[in-house]
């Protein structure tokens, strides 16, 4: 995650923020990927740290130069009872790069429990959180009013948190949603980085109006778009705001992959297909039916039928059954394991007692095949009667 490495004014030299993650379990090393509110939550001790002057008399560093600890002071307890505030603490290996105590900022806190160096507006931020709404609607509220902030930081933390929102979740929040900051944000894209981008387009898809379809279509325009994820992220929100003739757009751009005979795993395709796929999550928001019709006419096409199998599963479109059972033995599928095998799970997925017959045609197909989607079938339904069992 960005983050700046600012200098903090304060009774102490710096102040940064310290998440000690004690959980009891040894974490593995990795890229951070949840936000530093979600640590919060998670954490049992979060405190402010100053490192105290003069910085070189708080650092230990070897004969080669690198600094092995550095000694902190804690200057505030956010949360637990380890600490007191004027305790020492001591972070080995992290190493301020100069005198001034200006920190760099540790990504991973819960795995790698640096000190992250925060601004004064960043420190106000980090104060609020013991006070954060429980009620989902309340949270997701405040985390839209701080895409306001000034800080850099604050933003990126509100930004990982709305991406965790649900379709439906944002539509809930919609008359929250600031369609001017969230445009004016996205008129300046190249700025921001792919994962920002991201979440200010699916919030556009739910604040949008049709006088924003020139910008998605510059966004498009640009090749650095149209090739990236970012390509997917514009179709998804130009379907929802423009309805059933987005769908029809996202049609032809199939249409046309297929007359350039470009259906090869190109990023334009997957683009789309990951379009479609995104999609099944916003229904009634975009009409399901129409949703249906669009993955049905991939069915034929073998690259792209495993994918609108898949999908046409995941929306419990049960009428399409007749239509997969002859797929299963058409010509252009008898070899291809992988479209047989979502067929199958097609089927077994059904509730439909005629979803029962067609199985036990499909078995007499590729015995083999059958036997090995059953395994996998129980096998993820006891996964998930567990996970439903310990929430």
């Given at each position: 995650?960005?983050t700046?490495m600012l200098?903090?004014?304060?009774t102490f030299?710096?102040?940064c923020?310290?998440l000690?993650v004690?959980?009891?379990?040894a974490?593995?090393q990795?890229?951070?990927?949840?936000?530093?509110?979600?640590e919060?939550?998670?954490?049992?001790?979060v405190?402010?740290?100053?490192e105290?002057?003069p910085a070189?008399?708080?650092?230990?560093?070897n004969?080669?130069?690198?600094v092995?600890?550095t000694?902190?002071?804690?200057?505030e307890?956010?949360?637990?009872?380890?600490?007191k505030?004027g305790?020492?603490?001591?972070?080995p290996?992290?190493?301020?790069e100069?005198?001034?105590?200006k920190y760099?900022?540790?990504e991973?806190?819960?795995?790698?429990?640096?000190?992250?160096a925060?601004?004064?507006v960043?420190?106000?931020?980090?104060?609020s959180?013991p006070k954060?709404?429980k009620g989902?609607?309340?949270?997701l509220?405040f985390f839209?009013e701080?895409?306001?902030?000034?800080?850099?930081?604050?933003?990126?933390?509100?930004?990982?948190e709305?991406d965790?929102?649900s379709p439906?979740?944002?539509?809930?929040i919609?008359?929250?949603?600031?369609?001017g900051?969230i445009?004016?944000?996205?008129?300046e894209?190249r700025?921001?980085?792919v994962?920002?981008?991201?979440?200010y387009?699916?919030l556009?898809?739910?604040?949008?109006?049709?006088?924003?379809?020139?910008?998605?279509?510059k966004?498009?325009a640009?090749?650095?778009?149209?090739?990236?994820?970012?390509g997917?992220?514009?179709?998804?929100?130009e379907?929802v705001?423009?309805?059933a003739a987005?769908f029809?757009?996202l049609d032809?751009?199939?249409d046309?992959l297929?007359?350039?005979?470009?259906?090869k795993?190109?990023?334009?395709l997957?683009?789309v297909i990951?379009?479609?796929?995104?999609?099944?999550?916003y229904?009634?928001t975009?009409?399901?039916?129409r949703?249906i019709?669009?993955l049905?006419?991939m069915?034929?096409t073998?690259?792209?039928?495993e994918y609108?199998?898949?999908?046409?599963?995941q929306?419990?479109?049960?009428d399409?059954?007749?239509r997969l059972?002859?797929?299963?033995?058409?010509p252009?599928?008898?070899?291809?394991?992988i479209v047989r095998?979502?067929?199958?799970?097609?089927?077994?997925?059904?509730?439909k007692?005629?979803?029962?017959?067609?199985?036990q045609?499909?078995?007499?197909?590729?015995?083999?095949?059958?036997?090995?989607?059953?395994?996998i079938?129980?096998?993820?339904?006891?996964e998930?009667?567990?996970?439903?069992s310990?929430?």
């Amino acid at each position: 995650m960005p983050t700046a490495m600012l200098r903090i004014s304060s009774t102490f030299a710096t102040v940064c923020l310290a998440l000690n993650v004690l959980l009891g379990t040894a974490l593995a090393q990795g890229p951070r990927t949840t936000s530093y509110t979600q640590e919060f939550e998670d954490a049992k001790t979060v405190v402010l740290l100053a490192e105290t002057k003069p910085a070189a008399a708080n650092r230990v560093v070897n004969d080669r130069g690198v600094v092995e600890v550095t000694r902190f002071v804690v200057a505030e307890i956010l949360k637990g009872d380890k600490y007191k505030v004027g305790d020492l603490i001591h972070k080995p290996g992290f190493a301020a790069e100069a005198e001034d105590a200006k920190y760099w900022c540790s990504e991973g806190t819960r795995n790698n429990p640096f000190p992250v160096a925060i601004s004064p507006v960043a420190i106000e931020y980090v104060r609020s959180l013991p006070k954060l709404p429980k009620g989902r609607t309340e949270r997701l509220a405040f985390f839209l009013e701080h895409l306001k902030s000034p800080s850099e930081w604050v933003v990126t933390e509100a930004l990982i948190e709305l991406d965790l929102a649900s379709p439906k979740e944002l539509a809930e929040i919609k008359p929250k949603l600031n369609r001017g900051l969230i445009v004016s944000r996205l008129k300046e894209a190249r700025k921001l980085d792919v994962n920002a981008t991201t979440v200010y387009l699916r919030l556009l898809a739910f604040c949008g109006t049709i006088d924003d379809l020139p910008l998605l279509e510059k966004m498009l325009a640009d090749e650095a778009t149209s090739k990236s994820v970012l390509g997917q992220r514009v179709f998804v929100t130009e379907v929802v705001l423009r309805g059933a003739a987005g769908f029809d757009r996202l049609d032809q751009r199939l249409d046309d992959l297929n007359l350039k005979n470009e259906f090869k795993f190109s990023k334009e395709l997957l683009n789309v297909i990951g379009a479609f796929h995104d999609l099944c999550q916003y229904t009634p928001t975009v009409s399901r039916e129409r949703l249906i019709r669009s993955l049905t006419r991939m069915l034929d096409t073998p690259l792209l039928a495993e994918y609108a199998i898949a999908d046409l599963t995941q929306l419990e479109d049960w009428d399409s059954m007749d239509r997969l059972a002859k797929l299963f033995d058409a010509p252009k599928f008898c070899d291809d394991g992988i479209v047989r095998m979502m067929i199958l799970k097609y089927f077994l997925a059904c509730p439909k007692p005629e979803a029962k017959r067609y199985l036990q045609d499909l078995k007499k197909l590729a015995p083999a095949l059958y036997k090995r989607a059953v395994e996998i079938h129980e096998a993820m339904e006891a996964e998930r009667a567990k996970l439903s069992s310990e929430k």
